[in-house]
């Protein structure tokens, strides 16, 4: 059983920056996936940021490249997400996900266990 503790978010103006953090802790297997996704309401649940634990390798999204940096805290087994220049769209309920294999994997259904949630709200 792996569970996931999120923390950050919360409200901000556009250009403003939030910073999330998601820790796991249980059975961790020794290769995963753990990812930052986010859903507004009316909209699918997406991916927005991504890491491999074992290369380290990262994927962000399009429409966040340049502005989130994610990245992996090996020691504590957890994914932050620095996010700059907000946006108004980036409004969403931002979920941290967690996969017991490696890989970039993007897809919403091949993540097994998922954080509580955390509201970002960034107003005009």
């Known amino acids: 059983q792996v569970q996931l503790k999120e923390s950050g978010g919360g409200s901000v103006q556009t250009g403003g920056s939030l910073r999330l953090s998601c820790r796991a802790s249980?059975?961790?297997?020794?290769?995963?996936?753990m990812g930052w996704f986010r859903q507004a309401p009316g909209n699918e649940r997406e991916a927005v940021a991504v890491i491999d634990s074992r290369s380290d390798n990262t994927y962000c999204s399009n429409t966040v490249k340049g502005r989130f940096v994610v990245s992996h805290d090996i020691a504590e087994d957890a994914v932050n997400l620095q996010m700059n220049n907000l946006k108004v769209e980036d409004t969403a309920v931002y979920y941290c996900g967690y996969r017991p294999a490696n890989g970039l994997v993007r897809e919403v259904e091949d993540y097994s266990t998922w954080g509580q949630g955390t509201q970002v709200t960034v107003s005009p």
């Open positions: 249980g059975s961790l297997t020794y290769r995963y996936s």
